[in-house]
């Protein structure tokens, strides 16, 4: 694990604890000095579990499994793993990089697999960011970027989902719907953590109309 210092972190106010009402202290003040290379590995269809099935859009030997260092809420260094697009290996890691690099916080990191049933309510209400999951859109018969390894959900509980008529994913979210909130790990219009994706061409769900989807990334490129 990689050392670290205290310095000037993002903004904030609180994190997410045990209650999603509860107010949590602000995220430790950290910078890190230095950082072991990211591993990347293949993947197998018994490795991914019930994030993929026969008729998913892309096979396992298309999927990476890349090791990614991170900040937790704590300021402490931590080591979790996304499932992602063999091509866009170089960028995930260069993005993730960028976070750490100016210790944006992230709760937790851990695949869809580790869900009963790959279940992405349950990894949301975690406030897990994961990439890779065979499933749709929402209300939808298309298949999800995530379904191609193609998208990131960051901090899923504090950057939920809200679509135009009120609802929102996940329903532990609701203190989290005002965005005028500044918790650490929070991604707002114009944040330096926001354009670490889009300064690299990805999508950013919270500049979509409706739904607004605070936690989201994308590369389409199928």
């Not at 859009?57 to 999927?63: I, N, S």
Request: net charge negative; aromatic share 8%.
């Amino acid at each position: 694990m990689a050392t670290v210092a205290c310095l000037t972190q993002c903004s904030g106010n609180s994190e997410p604890g045990d209650s999603a009402a509860s107010s949590a202290p602000a995220a430790a003040e950290t910078v890190v000095t230095s950082t072991p290379p990211p591993r990347v590995s293949t993947v197998t269809a018994a490795e991914l579990g019930d994030s993929w099935r026969p008729g998913c859009p892309v096979g396992p030997d298309q999927l990476r499994r890349v090791e990614i260092d991170y900040i937790d809420p704590k300021g402490q260094s931590q080591r979790g793993y996304l499932i992602v697009h063999r091509d866009i290996v170089d960028q995930v890691q260069q993005i993730f990089g960028r976070l750490r690099e100016m210790a944006f916080p992230i709760t937790k990191m851990e695949p869809a697999q580790h869900y009963p049933g790959a279940d992405d309510e349950l990894s949301m209400e975690a406030d897990n960011t994961s990439a890779f999951n065979c499933r749709g859109i929402p209300g939808s018969r298309s298949w999800s970027q995530h379904a191609y390894g193609r998208a990131v959900d960051i901090n899923p509980l504090i950057n939920p989902m809200v679509n135009l008529g009120g609802s929102y994913e996940p329903s532990n979210a609701e203190p989290y719907l005002d965005r005028t909130r500044k918790d650490p790990g929070m991604l707002h219009a114009g944040d330096p953590a926001v354009r670490a994706f889009t300064d690299r061409g990805w999508t950013w769900g919270g500049d979509w109309r409706s739904p607004k989807d605070y936690q989201h990334f994308e590369l389409p490129g199928h």
